[in-house]
């Protein structure tokens, strides 16, 4: 056997794809694989790791490296994030929890101007019915949580309550999640943010890939011109990717999501360049310095800084300037996640394609369901969708494909879920419903009655709670699933 190592090293990952070939077949995409599927015995997730020997190796050749913390495959895939994207940079986090954590954090920074900082007291608006870690991090920092109702039929924010929840000289940024990859309604939230110099926060965990068009005249007074990193232009329109839009946003590479590093998430800067190391300082320990891991004196002045009271000198890499967060994933993850990026373009069309056909399919049984539509879209029919005056159109990336059980249907969403259940079929519900219902804010409402607000009643939250179900688009499904998802549907119907 060679002693060589780079020649053990590539016998090692020879190896590794033929062992990763052999075992993770079930993990790769769709229309490539290649395991029978038993209707009723093989299990139909709702989401879940798609992937090949490329990823396996990947995470092979990272680890035998054994830098382990964040180093080179981080740096390469931050910057071919921030390239796909078209935003300024992306931070790394070992999760989108953590990423969300990171971007309001930033946001406290003392660096900022004064009447732009969010300070304890100050207040963040943003959705009722969503994930939890979405509002949370509003709550650690000290500001308060404004809650406005959803939209039932796009998951999304009302966003006619924008200036209901207003605050003068309290209101400070607007943080919210584009639900199950539809975009919200970005032509009125930033119109709202620019209105009153409001930051806004895009949670685009679940919505990777999904675009958001409007008039070249609309995107101008919103301050966009055709220059702006991450446009795509047409004659009339400009096209973002989600995600592109406001100051900040967030990214989960978790395994259900458009793409995974096992977990991990990132921190995307938009076109505010020092909330970079803002961010990386929060997650970084809360210190100033902005060497690397394992990098030394990238200021050139390492021991010529006088910050605080410490003394003249103090080695930079220990000075703190927020009360910061140990937040960064391994670069393993990172060598993975470089991979899956390459396959991101075709797992985005995979979505689409698996909620096209499920809607397809189930288009006669909207006597039962409620279907959900893309924002901005009127109608859908069997040739696409129409779409509302206001000349903004979405396409959705979609992270599930959500059905709400009608009130007057003859079974009820938990016999539905349930049924699906049995049947070896992922379902969810949309998170955590009405987080307002939840038991941690029913009880924060009891010991802090002022630690946040609610806007009115949230009908539409609790509808979300009440009847919706959602059944996987990504893109391990194979034609042989969806058709056995779709049979197993039509055949609960029409026995209840």
Not at 61 to 71: A, H, I, K, V
Not at 118 to 145: H, K, M, N, R, Y
Not at 184 to 194: E, Q, S
Not at 376 to 403: I, P, R, V, Y
Request: net charge negative; hydrophobic share 35%; proline share 6%.
């Amino acid at each position: 056997m060679s002693t060589d190592p780079e020649t053990l090293k590539a016998e090692i990952l020879r190896l590794t794809r033929e062992y990763s070939a052999l075992v993770h077949k079930p993990n790769r995409p769709g229309s490539e694989n290649a395991v029978p599927f038993e209707p009723g015995q093989t299990g139909v997730p709702y989401a879940g790791r798609v992937f090949t020997e490329d990823e396996v190796e990947a995470a092979v050749s990272s680890t035998l490296d054994f830098w382990l913390t964040l180093g080179k495959e981080g740096k390469a895939f931050e910057e071919e994030l921030t390239s796909f994207l078209g935003v300024r940079h992306s931070v790394l986090a070992n999760s989108g929890s953590s990423a969300n954590l990171l971007a309001i954090s930033a946001l406290t920074s003392h660096k900022l101007p004064e009447g732009k900082r969010i300070l304890p007291g100050d207040e963040v608006i943003t959705v009722a019915a969503g994930f939890p870690t979405t509002v949370s991090p509003i709550i650690q920092v000290g500001a308060v949580p404004v809650f406005i109702d959803n939209d039932p039929v796009t998951g999304n924010a009302r966003v006619e309550q924008l200036e209901v929840a207003f605050t003068p000289g309290k209101t400070k940024a607007v943080m919210m999640a584009h639900t199950l990859g539809n975009p919200f309604d970005l032509g009125a939230v930033l119109a709202f943010c620019r209105k009153h110099d409001l930051w806004l926060v895009e949670d685009n965990c679940d919505a990777l890939g999904c675009t958001y068009s409007m008039s070249i005249a609309q995107a101008r007074e919103l301050g966009f011109t055709e220059n702006s990193p991450g446009i795509g232009q047409s004659e009339t329109h400009i096209t973002r990717y989600t995600g592109t839009w406001g100051d900040l946003s967030t990214q989960s590479f978790y395994p259900p999501h458009h793409l995974t590093l096992g977990e991990g998430g990132a921190v995307n800067i938009i076109h505010r360049p020092p909330l970079k190391s803002y961010v990386e300082s929060f997650r970084d320990w809360g210190r100033d310095c902005w060497c690397a891991s394992g990098v030394d004196n990238t200021c050139g002045k390492r021991f010529g800084w006088q910050l605080g009271e410490l003394p003249q000198g103090y080695d930079h890499k220990f000075i703190y300037s927020h009360l910061g967060y140990n937040l960064k994933p391994l670069d393993p993850q990172a060598a993975i996640g470089r991979k899956q990026l390459e396959k991101l373009p075709a797992f985005i069309e995979a979505r689409k394609s698996n909620w096209n056909t499920l809607r397809t399919e189930l288009a006669d049984l909207e006597e039962f369901f409620e279907f959900s539509l893309p924002t901005h879209a009127t109608n859908w029919t069997a040739g696409g969708f129409a779409w509302d005056a206001s000349g903004c159109q979405t396409d959705c990336s979609w992270f599930g494909f959500m059905l709400r059980t009608r009130p007057e249907a003859p079974f009820s969403r938990t016999e539905f879920a349930s049924h699906l259940d049995e049947n070896k079929i992922g379902n969810r519900m949309l998170f955590g419903g009405n987080l307002l219902r939840q038991p941690v804010f029913v009880q924060l409402g009891k010991d802090r009655p002022d630690a946040f607000r609610v806007i009115g009643e949230t009908p539409g939250a609790d509808q979300l709670m009440n009847s919706a179900t959602f059944i996987g688009t990504y893109p391990g499904l194979s034609d042989a699933m969806l058709d056995y998802t779709v049979t197993t549907v039509r055949e609960f119907v029409e026995k209840s």
